[in-house]
Structure formats: structure tokens, C-alpha cells
């Protein structure tokens, strides 16, 4: 497995090993020893599966608030997403910066999106599936999110018109987000 670091302290783009040959392939999407080695030192606790039947669903900016922040390892197993993870911590030197990564089936990149971040993606296929581990279980209380066209942000989705769902719609603006107070060690 290669390992990249990106301009986001911590969140990590990972390219598993594939083993090909004429019936197909085989991947290792996760060994816990590698990850450890790669300083991903993280014990996940729920898998997650997300399907988007059209290209241009757009889900996110999501987070959870302490203490049930989430750090998330997520993939694409059919289709593909433009990944987007937004730096939420309020002492980070990169505070209110973003990444983007496109994760495919054909690619089969996996990034890391550690505690103090935001994520969310739009999907760029139909039928689209996502597997995301996370370190934490859901909590609707701590679920929490920004606006995914936030003109602060300025991120450069790949649709101008996404499907969105009500409560991503509704989202509250960067500035006006729970982040600000929010402690993600």
C-alpha cells in the first residue's frame, strides 16, 4: 500500500495493492498493522455504506462535534465521487482550507479523513457506491454540517446544480457553524 500525505496535515490518500490476473483482481482495503505504520492510529467502530442512484448527488459538508467527533476512512467500491475534506480546527494553520480527491472504482483510492474535519462529495456517475469506516458511532445530536456552496470555502463542486437532500440544503454557512468552539483532539 503507498500512503501520500496531502496540504492537510493528517488526512492521507491511500493507494491499496492490487493484485490483478485474468479472473480478476484482489485488494487489502485495510489491515490494521499497515495503518498503524502509515500513523493511522485509529480503532474504526461502524462501516457505513452510502448509494447515490444519479450522478450529481451531493452529500456534505458533514461532521460530528465532540466528544463524538468521527476521523473516517472512505472508499468508492462502483462509480465515482470528487472527495472534499475541509480543515474545521480552529488553531490549525490550515483552518478553513480544503482538499479535493477523486476516488473511483477504476482508481481505488481510499482517503483518511481524520477528527477536525469536515467531508462531504458529489457523485461524478450514477450508481454510485461509498464504504466509509469511522472511529466513532453516529450521534444525531453531534451531527453537524456547512453549506456545501459556501462562498468562503469557494470549492469548485463539479455540478452547479447537485441533488441535494433538505437538511444539506439547510446547512448553516462556515462562519456561522458550530466549529468555531469546537475542540477536535
Avoid at 480478476?24 to 493511522?40: K, L, P, W
Wanted: hydrophobic share 35%; with cysteine; charged share 25%.
Amino acid at each position: 500500500m503507498q500512503v501520500y500525505e496531502t496540504e492537510l496535515k493528517s488526512v492521507l490518500v491511500i493507494e491499496p495493492d492490487i493484485f490483478q490476473d485474468a479472473r480478476g483482481y484482489f485488494s487489502e482495503t485495510y489491515n490494521q498493522r499497515d495503518f498503524n505504520v502509515a500513523g493511522i492510529n485509529v480503532t474504526f467502530k461502524q462501516d457505513n455504506h452510502s448509494f447515490s442512484k444519479d450522478a450529481g448527488v451531493l452529500r456534505g459538508l458533514h461532521f460530528q462535534e465532540p466528544p463524538f467527533a468521527q476521523s473516517k476512512l472512505v472508499r468508492v467500491i462502483s462509480g465515482a465521487i470528487y472527495d472534499v475534506i475541509v480543515d474545521i480546527r480552529p488553531q490549525s494553520p490550515t483552518f478553513g482550507q480544503w482538499i479535493s480527491v477523486i476516488l473511483s472504482e477504476e482508481n481505488k483510492k481510499q482517503v483518511f479523513v481524520p477528527k477536525g474535519f469536515a467531508h462531504g462529495f458529489c457523485t461524478l456517475t450514477s450508481d454510485t457506491n461509498v464504504i466509509y469506516k469511522t472511529d466513532e458511532y453516529y450521534s444525531k445530536k453531534h451531527d453537524c454540517g456547512i453549506r456545501w456552496n459556501d462562498p468562503n470555502l469557494n470549492i469548485p463542486w463539479p455540478v452547479n446544480e447537485p441533488i441535494l437532500s433538505k437538511k444539506d440544503e439547510s446547512l448553516p454557512f462556515f462562519k456561522n457553524s458550530s466549529i468555531l468552539g469546537g475542540d477536535f483532539r
